[in-house]
C-alpha cells in the first residue's frame, strides 16, 4: 500500500489509473450491493417459508413478469457497462499516442537500463516528465523479463526477441517503484527500479547534464549504418539499390513477396535486420549477410531510430 493508497489499491499516479480504479470499484461496489441484496433475500425468505403447519403458510406465489424482465434487463445493463468501460480503457492503454515521448529500455539479469533520445543513459532509474505522455521501447538482452509500475497500473513482458512497448502519462511528481515480474534468474527478486517523475523544467536539466555520450541514438545509426556498410544497398535518398531505400520506410505499407503487406514498424526493423529471409520486401532478394545477426542490442535499436528518423512523418 502507497502513502496515498487504500485497502484495495496501491496509489495511483498516472492518467490511466484513474479509469482503472474508477472501473475496479464500480465493479466492487455493484457486487457488494449485489451480494448485500442476495443474502438478505435469501435470509428473508429462510424465515417466511420456514417449515409451518398448513394453516400456517403464506399464499404461494407462482410468478412475477416484472421481477424476471429485471433480473435479465438489468445484470445485461451492467455487463455492458463493465465491457464497454473496460474495452475503452484496454484501447486506451495499448495504444500510445504519436506525439509520446520515447524512451528505450533495455533489460537484462538482473537491471533496467534506459536510454534517451538525446544518447543520455541510466541504470535502475528512469526520469520522466510530469504531464507528458511517456512511450517505453523495451526489449532483454537474456531472457524474459516483465516491466511492472504498480501506481501506474501498467505491466508488460520484456522480450530478447522483439518489441513489446507500455506507454503513462504520470500525473504525479515523485518516485514510483518498478518491479520485475517474471522470474528471470536468482537475482529475479532484485530486479527493481524507480521511475523518477519530474517537472519538465527539472526533467530537461537533468537529461542536459546526464549526456554522457556525445551521439544520440540516431546519430549513432547514422555512424553504424556507414561502418556496418548497410549504406552498400540502401540509399537514404529514396534512390534505388540493391535493397530498399530507408527513405520513408519507417511506417510505411510494405508488400511482401508471396503475397501479404506488412507495416514497417520496429519489430518489422529490427526482424529484417536480424532474419533478412523472414519478410521479404516485393521486388527483392533475400541477399543481406547473416553476420547482422550478431549485432548487439544497443546496434540494432540504434539502426532502428536511424530508419525511423528518415520516415516520411
Ligand atoms: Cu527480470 Cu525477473
Known amino acids: ?41 435469501m435470509i428473508y425468505f429462510a424465515f417466511v417459508y420456514r417449515r409451518r403447519q398448513a394453516e400456517e403458510r403464506p399464499a404461494f406465489v407462482k410468478d412475477n413478469k416484472m421481477i424476471e424482465m429485471a433480473s435479465v434487463v438489468i445484470p445485461t445493463i451492467l455487463v455492458l457497462i463493465v465491457f464497454t468501460w473496460g474495452f475503452k480503457t484496454y484501447v486506451r492503454m495499448n495504444v500510445a499516442p504519436p506525439d509520446a515521448y520515447q524512451i528505450q529500455v533495455r533489460a537484462q539479469q538482473w537491471s533496467w537500463t534506459f536510454e534517451y533520445p538525446n544518447g543520455a543513459q541510466s541504470v535502475g532509474e528512469v526520469h520522466v516528465p510530469v504531464d507528458r505522455p511517456v512511450q517505453m521501447m523495451m526489449s532483454s538482452t537474456d531472457v524474459i523479463h516483465s516491466f511492472f509500475v504498480p501506481a501506474f497500473r501498467i505491466k508488460m513482458d520484456v522480450l530478447p526477441n522483439r518489441y513489446t512497448s507500455v506507454w503513462f502519462h504520470a500525473t504525479k511528481q515523485g518516485e514510483f517503484q518498478i518491479f520485475c515480474t517474471e522470474y528471470c534468474g536468482t537475482a529475479h527478486s532484485n530486479m527493481l527500479g524507480k521511475v523518477i517523475v519530474q517537472s519538465e523544467a527539472d526533467f530537461q536539466k537533468w537529461l542536459q547534464e546526464s549526456q554522457a555520450t556525445d551521439l544520440t541514438p540516431v546519430e549513432r545509426g547514422e555512424q553504424l549504418y556507414v561502418q556496418q556498410t548497410c549504406n552498400a544497398c540502401h540509399s537514404t535518398d529514396g534512390s534505388p539499390g540493391v535493397g530498399p531505400t530507408f527513405k520513408g520506410l519507417f511506417g510505411s505499407e510494405r508488400a511482401l513477396e508471396g503475397g501479404g503487406t506488412v507495416v514497417a514498424d520496429e519489430n518489422y526493423i529490427r526482424e529484417s535486420i536480424l532474419n533478412p529471409t523472414a519478410k521479404v520486401a516485393q521486388g527483392f532478394s533475400p541477399i543481406m549477410p547473416a553476420s547482422f545477426g550478431s549485432l548487439p542490442a544497443e546496434d540494432i535499436d540504434a539502426l532502428v531510430a536511424y530508419i525511423k528518423s528518415l520516415s516520411n512523418e
Do not use: R
Open 1 to 41: 500500500m502507497g502513502e496515498n493508497g487504500t485497502v484495495w489499491l496501491p496509489e495511483g499516479a498516472s492518467a490511466l489509473a484513474s479509469e482503472w480504479d474508477g472501473l475496479f470499484y464500480f465493479v466492487y461496489y455493484v457486487s457488494l450491493i449485489i451480494f448485500v441484496g442476495v443474502v438478505s433475500a
